[in-house]
C-alpha cells in the first residue's frame, strides 16, 4: 500500500499527538465505569481500587454505575469511549465471558478492548443444605445420582456463573439434577440454608460466613487451592472434581486504541493500588484474592481472558443457555 505525502504527514503528526497526550496524562479526571448497581461487590472493589488509583494518577477516578443486560450495557459504552485513557471499565467472568456468548452484542470483548490489568479473583464454594445426608463431594455426587431429578441446584439467574457451574458440573459428571434459577445469590443460598433446595455454587465471599455459621455445608472451593478463610473446605481437585475452577475474577479494560504509554500508566497505579496495605485488608475482607504482581500485567489479563473465553463457551453453547 502506498500513502500519499498528506497522509504519511496527518499519520505523523496523529503520532505526535498521541505522544504528547500520553506524557502529559492525566490532566483531568478519569471514569470508571461499573456495570451493575451500587452497593454491590464489583461497585465496591471499583471504588476501593479507584480512589487509590486516584491518588497515584493526580486525578480524581468517578465511578459510573450503567447497569442492564448482563453488564453488556456498560461494555458497549466503555467500546464506544474515546481511546484517551479517560474512561476505563471494571468487569469480570459474567460482564466479559458469560454475556458475549448468551445474548447477541455489537462488541467483541476480545477484539474492542485493551486490557489494563487483574485485579482479584472469588472463587465459589460448593455448598449444600444441612440435611443431605453426604459428608464429602464423592458423597454428595453418589446422592445425587441416585436421586436423579429430585435433587435442585439454585443459581443466581440465567447466564450467570452459578449457573454456568451447575452446567459444568452436570457436564463432568453425569450427574441429573434440576436447575432453578433466583433474581440474585442471595436468595438461592437463603433457600438453601432454609433446605429448599439442595444446593448451589456460591461465591465465596457469600457462603463462608454461612458455612462458618453452621447454617450450609461446603464440600469443596473451586480452585487450586484451599482459602485462608476456610481452611478446611478441601480444592475440587482435592475432592474428586480436578480443574473444576470457576472463580468471579474481576479486572481493568479501557477501549481499544487506547496508547500503550497510557495503558501503562493505568496499569501501575493500578499495582500501585493493591500493593497498598490498606487496599489489600479491605478487599480481603470482602473474601478477594489479590492476583500476583506477574497477573497484574495488561499482557496476563490478556491471556486469562482468552483462556477463559475458550473455556467457557463451549459448555455454555453446548447447554443452550440463554438470558433470560
Known amino acids: 500500500m502506498k500513502f500519499t505525502r498528506a497522509a504519511i504527514v496527518l499519520l505523523a503528526l496523529l503520532s505526535a499527538a498521541f505522544s504528547a497526550m500520553s506524557q ?23 471504588r476501593i481500587v479507584g480512589e487509590r488509583m486516584g491518588r497515584t494518577l493526580g486525578q480524581q477516578v468517578v465511578v459510573e454505575n450503567i447497569t442492564g443486560a448482563g453488564g453488556s450495557i456498560a461494555v458497549s459504552k466503555l467500546v464506544q469511549s474515546a481511546p484517551d485513557g479517560y474512561t476505563v471499565g471494571i468487569g469480570h467472568i459474567g460482564t466479559h465471558v458469560i454475556v458475549e ?43 445425587v445420582k441416585a436421586n436423579e431429578n429430585k435433587v435442585a441446584a439454585g443459581t443466581g439467574g440465567a447466564g450467570t456463573p452459578a449457573h454456568l ?28 440454608i432454609a433446605g429448599n433446595i439442595d444446593m448451589n455454587f456460591d461465591q465465596a465471599a457469600n457462603s463462608i460466613p454461612q458455612y462458618k455459621a453452621g447454617k450450609v455445608k461446603a464440600f469443596a472451593v473451586t480452585a487450586p487451592k484451599r482459602l485462608a478463610a476456610a481452611p478446611d473446605v478441601p480444592t475440587v481437585d482435592e475432592a474428586g472434581l480436578p480443574g473444576f475452577y470457576m472463580s468471579v475474577w474481576h479486572g481493568l479494560w479501557a477501549p481499544r486504541a487506547t496508547p500503550a504509554a497510557i495503558v501503562s500508566r493505568l496499569n501501575a497505579a493500578m499495582s500501585e493500588a493493591l500493593a497498598d496495605p490498606a487496599v489489600r485488608k479491605r478487599l480481603e475482607e470482602l473474601g478477594q484474592d489479590i492476583v500476583p504482581p506477574e497477573q497484574q500485567t495488561a499482557a496476563a489479563l490478556g491471556a486469562h481472558h482468552k483462556a477463559e473465553i475458550e473455556k467457557w463457551w463451549p459448555p455454555i453453547k453446548t447447554a443452550g443457555i440463554k438470558a433470560n
Open 24 to 46: 502529559n496524562y492525566p490532566t483531568r479526571s478519569i471514569k470508571l465505569i461499573v456495570p451493575f448497581a451500587a452497593g454491590g461487590p464489583t461497585d465496591t472493589i471499583a
Open 101 to 143: 456468548a448468551i445474548q447477541p452484542v455489537q462488541f467483541d470483548v476480545l477484539k474492542d478492548l485493551a486490557p489494563v490489568g487483574m485485579l482479584c479473583t472469588n472463587p465459589q464454594l460448593l455448598i449444600a443444605k444441612n440435611a443431605t445426608p453426604a459428608k464429602n463431594l464423592k458423597e454428595f455426587l453418589d446422592y
Open 165 to 192: 457451574s451447575a452446567v459444568y458440573l452436570q457436564q463432568k459428571t453425569g450427574a441429573k439434577f434440576e436447575i432453578v434459577h433466583y433474581r440474585g445469590a442471595a436468595p438461592a443460598t437463603q433457600d438453601v
